[in-house]
């Protein structure tokens, strides 16, 4: 059996749920407060374990209390650590979350340990490629690192997919060759392509840019309206999958998770594609974003629907 690999970030999330977000130099009083497991490297990989797929995490936690907590938690979810170095002279991700009832939220994410990931991490990788199908990026980790991982990934010819979430301010163009499957959302993709996404005619001129660019398969999230994809031979929408949200943290990462997850077992792109709509839609009905995120049969269960 194969793997994927997730090469990301690992945060402590504190979330902070809220009536309404408040406005700047404006004081709110929250409703509750939670200290969860997050990062965009830890929610894909706990997405894809909690799939049944065999999943390695490569990544970074500081010395401190939330780094023996987070890894302790994604081995009870299943996920492989054994590519997690503990770094004793950081303190571990963070990410302070606002959610508003109804499921808005803002981030301020500060990486620590994440920031520190390097070539010694892309090591890491090694031995685990040759067993691997898919290795699964992000970017809140050092784009150096990242793009090194993909270019180690494509030597044993793993399927290399990136989520361009945060979009840095220089994204290179040498990195579009190294991608397989890139999954912005609609403000990451005209971040990176540099126009407003507006209609299907800007979808389709986005998509084009990045095949022109050298990724083979484009898919633009498009939160509650599903997803568009498009690849040199096919275009086409993906349904949303209609529920009760409230608490979108993590959509995007059960989508990424469900996709991989799916393209491991072999399934075809549309199959894959259904299976992200249904995961990332799963993922907004509780709180949190691990917590929230559906094991393989709540998904089959909504696949036979
Ligand atoms: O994608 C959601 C994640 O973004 C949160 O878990 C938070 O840690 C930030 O990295």
Same mark, same amino acid.
């Given at each position: 059996?194969?793997?994927?690999?997730?090469?990301?970030?690992?945060?402590?999330?504190?979330?902070?749920?809220?009536?309404?977000?408040?406005?700047?130099?404006?004081?709110?009083?929250?409703?509750?407060?939670?200290?969860?497991?997050?990062?965009?490297?830890?929610?894909?990989?706990?997405?894809?374990?909690?799939?049944?797929?065999?999943?390695?995490?490569?990544?970074?936690?500081?010395?401190?209390?939330?780094?023996?907590?987070?890894?302790?938690?994604? @081995?009870?979810?299943?996920?492989?650590?054994?590519?997690?170095?503990?770094?004793? @002279?950081?303190?571990?991700?963070?990410?302070?979350? @606002?959610?508003?009832?109804?499921?808005?939220?803002?981030?301020?994410?500060?990486?620590?340990?994440?920031?520190?990931?390097?070539?010694?991490?892309?090591?890491?990788?090694?031995?685990?490629?040759?067993?691997?199908?898919?290795?699964?990026?992000?970017?809140?980790?050092?784009?150096?690192?990242?793009?090194?991982?993909?270019?180690?990934?494509?030597?044993?010819?793993?399927?290399?997919?990136?989520?361009?979430?945060?979009?840095?301010?220089?994204?290179?163009?040498?990195?579009?060759?190294?991608?397989?499957?890139?999954?912005?959302?609609?403000?990451?993709?005209?971040?990176?392509?540099?126009?407003?996404?507006?209609?299907?005619?800007?979808?389709?001129?986005?998509?084009?840019?990045?095949?022109?660019?050298?990724?083979?398969?484009?898919?633009?999230?498009?939160?509650?309206?599903?997803?568009?994809?498009?690849?040199?031979?096919?275009?086409?929408?993906?349904?949303?999958?209609?529920?009760?949200?409230?608490?979108?943290?993590?959509?995007?990462?059960?989508?990424?998770?469900?996709?991989?997850?799916?393209?491991?077992?072999?399934?075809?792109?549309?199959?894959?594609?259904?299976?992200?709509?249904?995961?990332?839609?799963?993922?907004?009905?509780?709180?949190?974003?691990?917590?929230?995120?559906?094991?393989?049969?709540?998904?089959?269960?909504?696949? @036979?629907?």
């Amino acid at each position: 059996m194969m793997s994927i690999i997730i090469f990301g970030s690992i945060n402590m999330d504190l979330v902070v749920q809220t009536h309404r977000l408040p406005q700047p130099g404006e004081t709110v009083t929250g409703d509750h407060f939670l200290t969860l497991g997050g990062g965009k490297g830890a929610n894909q990989a706990v997405a894809t374990a909690r799939l049944g797929a065999s999943t390695y995490l490569v990544g970074r936690v500081g010395g401190d209390s939330f780094g023996q907590e987070l890894l302790a938690s994604l @081995n009870n979810f299943g996920v492989n650590t054994q590519g997690v170095f503990i770094d004793k @002279n950081s303190s571990s991700g963070v990410a302070m979350i @606002n959610v508003e009832t109804g499921g808005e939220n803002t981030i301020i994410v500060v990486p620590g340990a994440n920031g520190k990931v390097e070539q010694s991490d892309v090591h890491r990788l090694n031995n685990i490629l040759p067993k691997t199908s898919l290795l699964l990026l992000q970017l809140e980790v050092p784009l150096e690192a990242v793009q090194s991982a993909a270019i180690a990934a494509k030597k044993f010819g793993v399927t290399v997919m990136l989520d361009p979430a945060p979009v840095p301010d220089n994204f290179p163009d040498r990195f579009y060759p190294l991608i397989d499957i890139i999954t912005p959302n609609q403000t990451e993709a005209a971040r990176l392509v540099g126009f407003e996404i507006t209609d299907q005619e800007k979808l389709n001129q986005a998509v084009n840019i990045f095949l022109e660019k050298g990724v083979k398969i484009v898919i633009i999230k498009l939160g509650e309206k599903g997803a568009f994809y498009g690849t040199e031979k096919e275009r086409d929408f993906v349904k949303p999958f209609a529920v009760k949200s409230v608490d979108t943290v993590g959509a995007g990462d059960g989508f990424n998770g469900g996709i991989a997850a799916a393209l491991d077992r072999g399934l075809p792109l549309k199959e894959a594609l259904k299976w992200g709509a249904i995961v990332g839609a799963l993922t907004t009905t509780k709180e949190g974003a691990q917590t929230a995120l559906p094991d393989f049969k709540m998904l089959e269960n909504c696949l @036979n629907e």
